[in-house]
């Protein structure tokens, strides 16, 4: 199946814009995954609780907190979150090249690909053959989902990476660690090198290396379903969220002039709570904090388990 693009962008290059199609350069679908099942093999649904009541707790009322000092809050609604997000922008300003290995991995988050679009042709490969001859990258700001973020544009044999990076508090320093030093002898840094002499290859060949664990799940999951260990389960109406009715249930109930619940899924919502203000305290100087958890039983999410 042809690749899908998820997002059209505009790369500008000087004074060159470059049309290009983004595209996701990893896929972890292929995760062998299972659900979580109740003792009578039926699929279990979350539910969120209030620590205070023990009531079931819906979206429509809920808001999000950000816990600067314990159990004490600062409430937004979506609106004013919604405000704060940097606008969506389908141009990609490049704003610096660097040597490629002055980038050290340990910042890569999501790689993408990009490819060019109707008439980035030439640009694209004018760009991608001169960061290759240069032996340099580019560092671009990308504004995606409500958030700037920097990306690396990189050249790789047959077209460009689009590589998010992570910013510097995102990331840990060894020197955190308090790693010792210790001094190693010629002779054991002479073996070592031997070593790794004999082990040494040119290149990295991934399809040289197999995921040895899901194999042996995948193995497993057919030895079960041939030896008819199989639990079927007929679905049963959710209890204790939003009602899931049939459509021709509900098209049968409207020619007979009765009404069927709506799915909570296409319900309306609700308006959002009136923010809660933070009680007064006292100036101190704030530490980093976790950020109060938003959750929904509106219509209860599957949960599932990775291996």
Request: aromatic share 6%.
């Amino acid at each position: 199946m042809p690749a899908r693009s998820i997002a059209s962008l505009s790369l500008s290059f000087g004074l060159v814009s470059i049309p290009v199609k983004l595209y996701t350069a990893t896929e972890s679908s292929s995760d062998v995954r299972f659900h979580l099942l109740a003792p009578d093999g039926s699929r279990v649904k979350q539910q969120y609780i209030s620590e205070k009541t023990g009531k079931v707790v819906e979206r429509s009322s809920m808001n999000k907190g950000y816990e600067f000092e314990r159990d004490q809050f600062v409430v937004f609604t979506s609106e004013e979150l919604k405000a704060l997000e940097d606008g969506a922008s389908h141009v990609v300003e490049i704003v610096a090249f660097v040597p490629e290995k002055a980038i050290n991995p340990v910042f890569y988050d999501r790689a993408y690909y990009i490819a060019p679009d109707k008439r980035g042709g030439k640009p694209y490969s004018l760009l991608q053959q001169a960061l290759a001859q240069s032996g340099r990258c580019a560092l671009a700001k990308w504004a995606f989902k409500g958030r700037t973020r920097i990306v690396q544009v990189r050249p790789e044999e047959g077209g460009l990476v689009f590589q998010q990076l992570l910013y510097a508090d995102e990331v840990r320093s060894l020197d955190d660690l308090n790693i010792e030093q210790v001094q190693v002898s010629a002779n054991e840094l002479k073996l070592a090198m031997q070593i790794i002499e004999q082990g040494a290859e040119d290149n990295y060949d991934p399809a040289a290396y197999e995921d040895e664990e899901k194999k042996r799940i995948l193995a497993a999951i057919d030895e079960k379903i041939e030896g008819k260990q199989v639990i079927t389960h007929e679905p049963v109406e959710s209890v204790g969220g939003g009602q899931v009715i049939d459509l021709m249930d509900a098209l049968r109930a409207s020619l007979k002039g009765g009404s069927a619940k709506p799915n909570a899924a296409s319900a309306p919502r609700k308006k959002a709570a009136t923010p809660v203000t933070a009680l007064p305290v006292a100036p101190k100087t704030r530490k980093p904090a976790a950020r109060a958890s938003r959750a929904t039983t509106e219509a209860p999410a599957k949960v599932r388990a990775r291996k």
